[in-house]
């Protein structure tokens, strides 16, 4: 299995909604990401979970809050979010070293 | 720090090979050069990773320097499928951080 799993595909939210984004993966990966995409930009790193501990946090507004219950899965959980957070929010896994990183095929978020 | 440049977008034809190029002058000692590929609405897929001279896999091959400051990305006999978005990264650091370029759509036609 060398799939990353993110639910839902698609989201609309208002700005007063509380909301999660899922993701799993079987790979035995121990670093998970999460990413942000804007239309015609290149994915910019939000959070790294490396075996099960935050190491990276991108300076991300504190309405994005990440979670990593397990090793194979990792949450973004969505409060009070702004319209210009509207984005494609990609998660993805690699070995402990990060080179090669597997995508999901990503979360498109509408903020109202 | 180091930053990729590529170009913005690039056409070509079914069956002709297609190279394209990025400039990665401050790589430093330790990263990897690696290309990914997108689909609308998709996650970038990986291609191919390079640290240095060649690399070959089955759907591309990746040419590097000895300087490491360029990198080129080469699809042999593309197709219409091939029509996507490539993108060249540098690193990863000591913070998992890569820097990814600016991308390249490349548009394949008939």
């Known amino acids: 299995d060398t799939e990353v799993t993110q639910t839902p595909k698609h989201l609309v939210m208002g700005m007063t909604n509380k909301k999660s984004l899922k993701c799993e993966q079987h790979?035995?990966?121990?670093?998970m990401y999460w990413y942000k995409q804007k239309a015609k930009k290149p994915p910019e790193l939000m959070f790294v979970?490396?075996?099960?501990?935050?190491?990276i946090n991108e300076s991300v507004p504190s309405r994005f809050s990440p979670e990593c219950p397990n090793s194979s899965l990792l949450n973004l959980h969505l409060h009070a979010l702004q319209p210009e957070d509207s984005a494609l929010y990609l998660c993805?896994?690699?070995?402990?070293?990060?080179?090669?990183?597997?995508f999901g095929s990503g979360t498109q978020l509408s903020v109202l | 720090l180091a930053k990729t440049t590529q170009p913005i977008s690039m056409d070509s034809y079914e069956g002709q090979e297609v190279n394209i190029t990025c400039s990665h002058n401050?790589?430093?000692?330790?990263?990897?050069i690696t290309w990914y590929q997108q689909f609308p609405s998709q996650g970038p897929r990986f291609i191919i990773q390079?640290?240095?001279?060649?690399v070959t896999n089955e759907v591309a091959s990746l040419f590097i320097p000895a300087d490491r400051k360029s990198s080129t990305l080469s699809l042999p006999r593309v197709s219409l499928s091939d029509t996507a978005v490539y993108y060249c990264?540098?690193?990863?650091?000591?913070?998992?951080?890569?820097?990814w370029g600016a991308g390249t759509k490349l548009i394949i036609k008939p």
């Open positions: 979970y490396s075996y099960e501990k935050l190491s």
């Open positions: 790979m035995g990966h121990r670093a």
């Open positions: 990264l540098v690193g990863p650091d000591s913070n998992y951080q890569l820097i």
């Open positions: 401050n790589i430093a000692t330790n990263d990897y």
């Open positions: 993805a896994s690699s070995q402990a070293g990060g080179e090669k990183l597997f």
């Open positions: 390079g640290y240095k001279t060649k």
